[in-house]
């Protein structure tokens, strides 16, 4: 169990690090398109992030990392590879270029383009993929399993 729950704060860890170097990238473009001289603060950027178009696409993965979250602090949630399959299976369909998802289109087009271009966006995104390389091959449909999961631990919780 204590492995598990190893690989689980690990993966967390690398996704925050991974949407931390995301939001910096993204808080210097917005800055530089819109012309602002001064740094754009905490309180301000939050609001950017929740309300504004051009982060729209972040949003996705913000979304997964609570998913995750969620699940790995449910007590009542099973551990088993079933679960870590879907978890590895929503990741890759967020991270792996070309998935089909529509979310993830959304995502990998500014993504993709921050991997090549921001060296901690890459080194972020190679910390994910070797937090996620020891779980289960998915199996599924990727964020919709997660999904179902992620229904099921809360259906418990109302009951």
């Known amino acids: 169990m204590a492995r598990t729950m190893n690989d689980w704060n690990a993966l967390a860890r690398a996704l925050r690090d991974l949407h931390a170097a995301l939001l910096r990238r993204a808080r210097t473009d917005h800055a530089r398109e819109h012309g602002l001289t001064q740094e754009i603060g905490p309180g301000e950027l939050l609001m950017l992030v929740t309300r504004e ?28 590879p079933e679960l870590r399959s879907a978890v590895r299976g929503a990741v890759e369909e967020l991270l792996v270029p070309g998935s089909g998802n529509a979310d993830a289109g959304a995502f990998g087009a500014r993504y993709w383009q921050y991997v090549h271009e ?10 994910v993929r070797q937090a996620i390389a020891a779980w289960p ?15 099921r631990a809360a259906a418990r919780k109302r009951t």
Not at 118 to 127: C, L, N, R, S
Not at 137 to 151: C, I, K, N, S
Request: avoid cysteine; charged fraction near 25%.
């Open 137 to 151: 091959q998915p199996e599924g449909r990727g964020r919709g399993d997660l999904t179902q999961h992620r229904q």
């Open 53 to 80: 178009e051009s982060f729209a696409w972040l949003r996705v993965l913000s979304e997964l990392m609570t998913d995750i979250d969620y699940l790995r602090d449910d007590p009542a949630t099973a551990q088993g």
């Open 118 to 127: 921001d060296p901690a966006v890459a080194m972020a995104h190679g910390a």
